[in-house]
Nanobody, 127 residues
Framework: VQLQASGGGLVQAGGSLRLSCAAS????????VAWFRQAPGMDRQFVSV??????????FYADSVKGRFTLSRDNARNTVYLQMNSLTPEDTAVYYC???????????????????WGQGTLVTVSS
């Protein structure tokens, strides 16, 4: 199983980026896929998640990104996308995607619920 996160970069405040998480070696549609981020000196924090279709396919966001970030999945391409708009310097972090086939609804925001992780992609937002 491999998760490949990409799309990070340097952007000015107010700008946009789209992150991708491409999965291989698994039946993608059976997995919940989440994004977490880790700023320097901080714990890894939940950003957004899309539940697997069999679990309802619901999407959840952290309050700090709600209304600015949009998560979507393309099962045919085994890829999840995180569209990030209106970026602020506080969004600067390494962004990680994670997946698991057995995470339940109540644990979707918990990093310990995910067994597979990508390598991370750095997002830097300048003021």
């Amino acid at each position: 199983v491999q998760l490949q996160a990409s799309g990070g970069g340097l952007v000015q405040a107010g700008g946009s980026l789209r992150l991708s998480c491409a999965a291989s070696g698994l039946t993608f549609r059976n997995y919940a896929v989440a994004w977490f981020r880790q700023a320097p000196g901080m714990d890894r924090q939940f950003v957004s998640v899309i539940h697997r279709p069999s679990g309802g396919g619901k999407i959840f966001y952290a309050d700090s990104v709600k209304g600015r970030f949009t998560l979507s999945r393309d099962n045919a391409r085994n890829t999840v996308y995180l569209q990030m708009n209106s970026l602020t310097p506080e969004d600067t972090a390494v962004y990680y995607c994670a997946a698991d086939s057995s995470v339940i609804l109540s644990n979707l925001r918990s990093r310990s619920a995910y067994g597979y992780w990508g390598q991370g992609t750095l997002v830097t937002v300048s003021s």
